[in-house]
């Protein structure tokens, strides 16, 4: 229904913009107290648990307000009818199948949404939620609907030494890796389930996880509404692949009023599977690509490969629930949870900015370096674990400042 186009046509596009995220903001903040309030009367709350940093039971289905605000927002502000040029992009044609690119998004992300209400319903029930088997069926289940409901695979992946002239004689010819189809299907589904574990893994900390969502968000839209190079090598914005991730950044914000620290709402598993599946596949639809998120959450994702290489070290399940992600461990080390969710959204802003002026070597090696600290960085936070304080009550309170 793209309201704002019949209103401005092609004109005023930045006041378009703004008067989208402002309205899906507001929108997501009016409907964030009245999930709230609707999470207490039915009871589902998030438990006490040893690992938690909460003090009390708190309403969970936060995710479910996110969600409401991005469909809204798409639903309204996205030229998703008509057939027309890009007013970013006149090479661009907004068409049929421009719409099933975000049919697909919206058929997994509602999958991803109702895989988690079903988590944090049963959470509330017995602490533990769905069983980690049938939570990753679950995933690959919103992966495969965005698929098939019209959400495109990967077929390639940039070449990062396509910018290095004295490697190919004529660099033009290897900007990308092309993937053959079952490789590609298998490629993206493993990457959109990715992107949801790394979410869900993040939210340990009033505010963490939907901030350093909300700033990679932010940043794709920026990457999608730029302009820069030539010939080959060009990238053109594109007013369509702006919108969607402008109106998750806002959506997020609004919720985040409510899940700063000390939170009233968490946006529960209901809103980490809704966040990770979004920004994973508007990653596969921008101009950014998957390199440029991979870079943004580098930290996150690699504090998740920790996880996953240290657990079966130790005789842990892969998926088994603990208190040793990164967040936790500088939580036990005495900084307040503002510190270190304000520490991990400059680390994240930080990435994000550098992509925008590194050509693809230049982010590979930016990667690899980040790479290189935080597998030292953690590795000498668990060499040097402080001994957990054994305690037969609920945890004490979180320091705020």
């Known amino acids: 229904m793209d309201l704002l186009h019949r209103t401005f046509g092609d004109t005023s596009l930045a006041l378009q913009f703004i008067i989208t995220a402002a309205c899906v903001f507001g929108l997501s903040l009016a409907l964030t107290p009245l999930i709230r309030h609707i999470a207490r009367q039915t009871g589902i709350l998030a438990p006490i648990r040893a690992r938690d940093t909460h003090t009390r039971p708190t309403p969970l289905l936060g995710g479910v307000a996110i969600y409401l605000a991005f469909i809204a927002g798409v639903l309204l502000f996205e030229p998703l009818t008509g057939n027309r040029f890009d007013v970013l992009n006149k090479q661009f044609q907004i068409n049929g199948d421009t719409f099933k690119q975000f049919r697909g998004v919206l058929l997994g992300a509602s999958i991803a949404v109702l895989i988690g209400i079903i988590d944090d319903v049963l959470t509330q029930r017995n602490a533990r939620g769905l069983r980690p088997s049938i939570h990753c069926l679950g995933q690959i289940a919103a992966a495969g609907a965005a698929l098939i409901g019209g959400l495109d695979w990967v077929h390639g992946i940039s070449n990062p030494l396509s910018s290095v002239q004295f490697i190919y004689a004529h660099p033009e010819k290897h900007l990308q890796i092309l993937l053959a189809m079952p490789i590609g299907v298998a490629f993206t589904i493993f990457w959109i389930v990715g992107m949801m574990n790394t979410v869900n893994f993040l939210d340990g900390l009033d505010g963490l996880a939907g901030g350093v969502v909300m700033i990679a968000a932010a940043l794709l839209a920026i990457w999608s509404g730029r302009t820069h190079g030539e ?137 690899l370096l980040v790479v290189v600290v935080t597998v030292i960085v953690l590795s000498r936070m668990t060499a040097k674990q402080p001994p957990e304080v054994s305690s037969t009550g609920p945890p004490s309170p979180v320091p705020l400042s």
Not at 292 to 304: E, K, N, S
Request: aromatic letters at 10%; a positive charge; hydrophobic letters at 60%.
């Open 231 to 367: 010939g080959l090598n060009a990238l053109v914005g594109s007013q369509v692949l702006v919108l969607p991730p402008l109106i998750l950044a806002a959506a997020l914000l609004g919720f985040l009023i409510y899940n700063w620290s000390p939170a009233s709402i968490f946006m529960g598993d209901a809103g980490a599977q809704f966040a990770g599946f979004t920004v994973g596949a508007l990653a596969i639809l921008g101009p950014a690509k998957i390199g440029t998120a991979l870079l943004i959450l580098a930290i996150p994702i690699l504090d998740v490969a920790w996880v996953f290489i240290r657990r079966p070290m130790q005789g842990s399940a892969f998926f088994s629930a603990d208190s040793e992600h990164l967040h936790h461990r500088l939580l036990k080390r005495g900084f307040s949870v503002q510190r270190i969710v304000l520490t991990f959204y400059a680390m994240c802003t930080a990435l994000g900015l550098a992509d925008l002026v590194l050509n693809k070597a230049s982010k590979l090696l930016a990667f």
